[in-house]
């Protein structure tokens, strides 16, 4: 069965930084294009950083200079790599996948607070 499985979420002061792994197993094959999305309470999900197969990246102009994405072709994960963290980034991250269909994973909360 095709799943994406989020890991790397916590809590963090701000100011401090957290890594997100999406990897992607089962049947799913030719990823395309893998991002990261974020919902925090209240609002709704919006695209905080994508990457195509070629490492193409785009990225919200909130997160701009703070976060990267990577990922891994041959073990199909997606990295979020999040620096200078603001209290405004606390959400939960989904990670999310494009083959021939489309694949969310559940989720991980990440909480920026002292």
């Known amino acids: 069965q095709a799943q994406l499985v989020e890991s790397g979420g916590g809590l963090v002061q701000p100011g401090g930084s957290l890594r997100l792994s999406c990897r992607a197993s089962?049947?799913?094959?030719?990823?395309?294009?893998m991002a990261w999305y974020r919902q925090a309470p209240g609002k709704e999900r919006e695209l905080v950083a994508k990457i195509s197969r070629g490492s193409g990246t785009k990225y919200a102009e909130s997160v701009k200079g703070r976060f990267t994405i990577t990922r891994d072709n041959v073990k199909n994960i997606v990295y979020l790599q999040m620096n200078s963290l603001k209290s405004e980034d606390t959400a939960v991250y989904y990670c999310?996948?494009?083959?021939?269909?489309?694949?969310w994973g559940k989720g991980t909360l990440v909480t920026v607070s002292s």
């Open positions: 999310n996948a494009a083959s021939t269909m489309e694949y």
């Open positions: 089962g049947s799913i094959f030719k990823i395309n294009t």
